[in-house]
């Protein structure tokens, strides 16, 4: 009978102790899920690269407090940076330089912009912009060029041709992304090989296609003129382009030249005079600036505009193909993120435009 009562005595015992270490065992899971609660990236973290295969995210202030240092490979995978601003203990200084103010740079910009904030940047915290204009005057980019320099900026960021080719010429080791600009190739500017501090998304200006829509739109179309800055070589490119697609197809290219917006409406009414029966713009800064000289001329002749910048259809073109601005803006600002962020340039592409609108004539 007493060995009974012991061997009941023990099974209560180990009973109560079996239920005492499963109640500490759930007591630490709930600590630790509480703490998860409170801050899931942190429990995540053990390196920067789980952080990024859970949830795409590399959070700055995490990976400082742990005195850690994300990869390269990290940080290209990456999607979203927070608290960019603990990976240098202060904003990054980020300096736009662009050779004119009009409606289609701003909205590059703005995409550019985009692409920041999306990323989970934070301007004035994480990044600022200086934002410099010639305001069309391109023998100013070169003392400008000199006055972003002396601020040494963490980036800079060129908005269109003439913009890129004075950076290019003055600047030689701060990173520099360039947007809204000509293929730097074909504009000669890498005189051996491209240098290792510059990237960006550069177009191809679709004006063999847009002379196939003027000649679809007009089937007995013969002449077509062009108006263009020859200052600027994104100009000159899409001048070439046009001049061997004419000969391919039979249609006469009638060119005029200008180099103030003032010469515009001019250039226009001469190229009517020697017949033109529509015009054709693209990839000049000078022409879309003065667009509305150009239009009144085609209005008061009745002929049509075919552009390679879509926006203006709003503004009075009749057809055009082209890229889309503001999406040109955020390719080009993810490449200054991931600058931001810590990937070397030479690792990030010169690539095209990825967004193209065509709009057909009537429509």
Known sequence: MKNLIRDLWLVVVLIAGASALLLLSDLDRLKKDDAS???????????????????????????????????????????RFLNLSARNSRAARIALVTLVDNHLLETAISGAEAALNESGLISGKDYTIKKYSAQGEMGQLPQIMDAVLLEKPDVIV????????AASRKNKSIPLVFTVASDPYK????????????????????????????SKFDS???????????????????????????????????????STVSDLGVAAQALIQRG???????????????????????????????????????KGASGGIGDDYYQWGKQSGKLVVMILAGVPPSLLPIEK???????????
């Open 37 to 79: 609660a409170i801050n899931p990236l942190q429990n995540a973290v053990q390196n920067s690269d789980d952080l990024l295969r859970d949830n795409k995210v590399i959070d700055f202030a995490i990976l400082k407090e742990k005195d850690q240092k994300p990869s390269v490979a990290s940080l290209m995978q990456a999607e």
């Open 158 to 165: 060129t908005v269109t041709t003439p913009a890129l080719i």
């Open 187 to 214: 504009l000669n500017i890498f005189k051996e090989k491209r240098p290792d501090y510059i990237c960006g998304v550069h177009d191809n200006p679709p004006v063999d296609q847009l002379l196939k829509m003027a």
């Open 220 to 258: 007995d179309l013969k002449k077509v003129g062009i108006i263009y800055d020859a200052a600027q070589i994104n100009s000159l490119i899409s001048v070439e382009k046009l001049r061997a697609s004419g000969k391919e197809h039979h249609i006469q290219i009638l060119e005029a030249t200008a």
């Open 276 to 314: 033109a029966e529509a015009f054709i713009l693209s990839a000049d800064n000078l022409a879309y600036t003065g667009f509305p000289a150009i239009l009144k001329a085609a209005k008061g002749a009745n002929i049509p505009i075919y552009v390679t910048e879509p926006e203006y259809i709003s």
């Open 353 to 363: 435009t990825k967004s193209q609108k065509i709009i057909e004539p009537g429509k």
